[in-house]
């Protein structure tokens, strides 16, 4: 049985930086494409980021392009979302998910999600 696990999420003042981490297990990690997407109560989920399991190519919502690095260590099966430059409309639900497909929108399990607010 595949588990993510996130952590890293709280509470930051606008401006600054969090690192969001993703532990895969129950499954061979390099195999997974693994993404990280968000949800607002009531909204539907945004894609923010992935990496493939593919050559390790990456894929940014433009919303977070050149403030959001995505990334990937197969020794740890873990996956980690750098958010720098957070602002408020970044406060939402991020959630983990890991994939079998090369490509950012499709996935097959998915973590429990964690809160991520800014605000001053």
């Known amino acids: 049985q595949v588990q993510l696990v996130e952590s890293g999420g709280g509470l930051v003042q606008p401006g600054a930086s969090l690192r969001l981490s993703c532990v895969v297990s129950g499954g061979t990690f390099s195999n997974f494409t693994m993404g990280w997407i968000r949800q607002s109560p009531g909204k539907d989920r945004d894609f923010v980021a992935a990496?493939?399991?593919?050559?390790?190519?990456?894929y940014y919502a433009d919303s977070v392009r050149g403030r959001f690095t995505v990334s990937r260590d197969n020794a740890k099966n873990t996956a980690y979302l750098q958010m720098n430059g957070l602002g408020p409309g970044d406060t939402d639900v991020y959630y983990c998910?890991?994939?079998?497909?090369?490509?950012?929108?499709?996935?097959?399990?998915w973590g429990q999600g964690i809160q991520v607010t800014v605000s001053s």
């Open positions: 998910a890991a994939g079998y497909a090369p490509g950012p929108y499709a996935y097959d399990y």
């Open positions: 990496i493939s399991w593919e050559r390790g190519r990456t």
